[in-house]
């Protein structure tokens, strides 16, 4: 099975009333990631897990997901809901005007070669007047199925973009996100409740990273000294990628997660920093 990175459990969770919780999910191909939460939005466990052997692709999770979920208890129990949320690069927004579900291959085609057996879903984004459509493989698609009927299924940028479509930091209209991951970086732009752009990119130095950023900006014609720039994920303060980061972008600052999406009890706010699994949350609220 995978390596335990991180784990919190707050004192009042209880297994027992597994039933009554509600359980998030964050399959990636660099990880996967779960919390549990009950009704009333009160946090009350997550647990980060590595793979065993670095994935190349999507395809490559079926296996490694179903070792988790075979030694982790967590996973096995009945829960009220489950929302199961997917990161990685692939995900095509096509105008609502110009969507057909029968169709959906020919949105992904342009961005990566389909195997017969891909499974295609799609996520509403209503602020993009949009569809999200991204690929599963059909094996870990079946498991999760089997695993946890019921389950709500969504793309990770989608619940990004739901979050952050709702934040009027400081009344900027005009601000860009990112979330970074491991080896990989999802950059969001927006003006007022409208997004303007999203993608995924890949790097290996924080020149890498930086030049992807002023890319988004210069595409945009924006500029960094104007429009704010958030970041969430894997960032340390006491790193050359934020350092390098604030270089570049004056106004650049770590998203604080809305206390209004979760209450947080005492080994939480301890052991972690919100803004690294603020993805995972945003599947939690949005899924």
């Known amino acids: 099975m995978g390596k335990i990175d991180l784990e919190v459990f707050e004192d009042k969770f209880l297994k027992k009333y ?10 990636g191909v660099d990880s996967l990631c779960y919390s549990i939460t009950d009704k009333y939005q009160q946090f009350l466990g997550l647990r980060k897990y590595s793979y065993p052997q670095p994935l190349s692709s999507f395809r490559d999770l079926s296996d490694p997901v179903a070792a988790i979920i075979q030694e982790d208890t967590h996973l096995r129990r009945s829960y009220s809901s489950v929302r199961l949320g997917f990161f990685h690069p692939y995900l095509a927004l096509v105008p609502n005007r110009l969507y057909n579900e029968k169709e959906q291959r020919a949105y992904l085609e342009k961005m990566l070669r389909l195997e017969p057996d ?17 690929p599963l493989s059909n094996a870990l698609k079946q498991q999760l199925i089997l695993q946890f009927p019921g389950a709500l299924f969504c793309h990770g940028a989608s619940a990004l973009s739901k979050t952050f479509s709702s934040l009027h930091l400081q009344q900027a209209p005009k601000r860009v996100f990112f979330n970074l991951r491991d080896g990989m970086v999802q950059v969001f732009a927006f003006e007022n409740d409208d997004l303007l752009f999203l993608n995924t990119f890949s790097f290996l130095e924080s020149t890498d990273l930086v030049y992807y950023l002023m890319l988004v900006y210069q595409q945009l014609s924006w500029k960094p000294e104007e429009v704010p720039l958030w970041g969430i994920g894997l960032l340390v303060e006491d790193s050359a990628i934020f350092r390098n980061i604030r270089r570049y972008f004056p106004s650049f600052q770590l998203l604080v997660l809305p206390p209004q999406m979760y209450h947080f009890g005492p080994r939480f706010e301890l052991d972690m920093r919100k803004h690294w699994f603020f993805d995972l949350f945003s599947v939690a609220a949005n899924g």
Do not use: T, W
């Open 18 to 27: 597994s039933i009554y919780y509600e359980l998030s999910i964050l399959i």
């Open 118 to 134: 891909d499974q295609l879903l799609s996520d509403e984004l209503p602020f993009a007047d949009a569809m999200g459509v991204y």
